[in-house]
């Protein structure tokens, strides 16, 4: 009866996201490269320091890409390993502990074994111990045909916890393209410079942080600095080996940094900042989603979040998701449907709303915001998509715990 409900559940999310339109399957047979930052916050993403703009590179790529500039991260304990099961399953991440190291044996509808069964090359690449995170475990079990960890890359940059992104993105495309010449692939990278403690040796720093000089903070902006001077050189190398017409390029951040000091937010911003912004500064991360020929450009800003990723790449391939248990929305579905993203502490918002819980939980103690005035209203404005959002976290809680997929009708 309980296992009915859920398939009832998944059977409506997947008709309201198969929309077939002009963008479903428009980039088909194209490479995927889809990077998963670390740390990488949304609020510094435009900014300036002294006069210098933080992210050049990214803001550059905007301009020819689809920027969501209402992304949120929705992990959990798991930290990094959350936004990658998150991402390429399209499920939340547990209420404790990883995914990846308390059910890697159990069945998921992931990116790279669907990409995998249409053909591609599919390879994850990550600079630091295979063991971290489980990752070794859980990457073969989800398909990817290589898993390249640190053991393979020459440390030829040694920079905080292992190599630096620059080298880590050069030898990674090298990987890429040159040990085996196969197209399509599906490559997931994941970056580890801008991890905490974030603090770089003076000669790679090039960013002036003035004030924030020596504190967490500034190091912090520093750090993210040189990871994008990294993404600069690896367009660059792309579209030296050929790669920037025929494959579609995500980037996204995997939650947010260590820094939590309201005093560093304001001072950087230049303003006071509310419980509401301080909640959307901490969760929110930018996504960008660049596609062959600079086809789709522009700022969406309806909200979205890690559990979008599978069901929007697999649309722009021409994938239909109607067989999968995935739960995120389809971000190139239109606007006719309202995007409820809700993230593991409980919080979640849709396109007027935001919901921050109260640590006992219980829901009349949270505040509802409206995002029009930014003002808290009476919780009750919540409660329908309070409801639902902790439907969601149930549900994918189940799915997890339980295998489901292992046993749902259709699977082997
Ligand atoms: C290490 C890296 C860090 O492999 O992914 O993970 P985090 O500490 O951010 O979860």
Same mark, same amino acid.
């Given at each position: ?39 990488? +916050?949304?609020? +510094? ?6 006069? /210098? ?21 929705? !992990? ?5 390993? &959350?936004?990658?099961? $998150?991402?390429?399953? $399209? ?18 509808? #992931? ?6 069964? $249409? =053909?591609?090359?599919? /390879? ?13 475990? +859980? ?25 630096? &992104? ?10 890429? %393209?040159? !040990? ?12 580890? !410079? ?19 000089? =020596?504190?967490?903070? =500034?190091?912090?902006? /520093? ?18 080996? =050929? ?41 929110? #991360? ?40 995935? +739960? ?38 949270? %505040? ?10 009476? #919780?009750?404005?919540?409660? #329908? ?28």
């Amino acid at each position: 009866q309980e296992n009915d409900e859920i398939q009832q559940w998944f059977d409506a999310a997947s008709l309201s996201r198969n929309t077939r339109n002009e963008t479903f399957g428009a980039y088909a047979g194209s490479n995927v490269i889809v990077i998963q930052v670390e740390a990488f +916050m949304n609020f +510094m993403i435009g900014q300036k320091i002294n006069g /210098e703009e933080i992210t050049p590179n990214f803001n550059k790529l905007m301009k020819d890409s689809l920027y969501f500039s209402n992304f949120y991260h929705q !992990t959990g304990q798991g930290r990094t390993s &959350d936004a990658d099961f $998150s991402a390429q399953s $399209s499920l939340h991440p547990l209420p404790t502990g990883s995914v990846f190291v308390r059910y890697p044996d159990h069945k998921f509808d #992931v990116m790279p074994q669907i990409l995998k069964s $249409s =053909g591609y090359k599919t /390879e994850a690449f990550h600079a630091y111990e295979g063991s971290f995170w489980n990752r070794f475990n +859980m990457y073969k079990a989800m398909g990817y045909d290589n898993f390249y960890t640190k053991k393979d890359f020459k440390i030829d940059e040694p920079l905080g916890w292992s190599l630096g &992104d620059k080298s880590f993105f050069r030898q990674s495309l090298d990987f890429m %393209t040159k !040990t085996s010449e196969q197209q399509p692939f599906y490559s997931f990278m994941i970056t580890l !410079t801008s991890h905490h403690p974030y603090s770089l040796p003076a000669k790679v720093q090039s960013l002036d942080v003035g004030e924030f000089k =020596g504190s967490i903070f =500034g190091n912090y902006l /520093e750090s993210i600095h040189y990871v994008d001077e990294a993404l600069g050189e690896l367009i660059e190398d792309m579209k030296r080996d =050929g790669l920037w017409d025929n494959t579609i390029l995500v980037l996204y951040g995997d939650h947010d940094n260590s820094v939590t000091d309201k005093g560093d937010y304001e001072k950087f911003l230049g303003k006071s900042l509310t419980e509401l912004d301080m909640a959307q500064i901490m969760n929110q #991360v930018p996504l960008l989603v660049h596609v062959p020929k600079d086809e789709l450009t522009g700022i969406e800003e309806q909200p979205s979040g890690q559990l979008d990723l599978a069901p929007s790449i697999l649309h722009l391939l021409g994938i239909s998701t109607e067989p999968f248990s995935m +739960m995120g929305n389809n971000l190139f579905a239109g606007h006719e449907q309202e995007h409820l993203v809700v993230q593991r502490s409980g919080a979640f918002s849709n396109d007027k709303l935001y919901y921050i819980p109260s640590d006992d939980q219980l829901f009349q103690n949270g %505040t509802c915001y409206d995002l029009g005035t930014r003002e808290p209203v009476d #919780v009750q404005k919540c409660r #329908v998509a309070y409801d639902e959002a902790n439907k969601r976290l149930n549900i994918s809680d189940k799915v997890i715990t339980y295998d489901l997929l292992a046993t749902k009708s259709g699977n082997p």
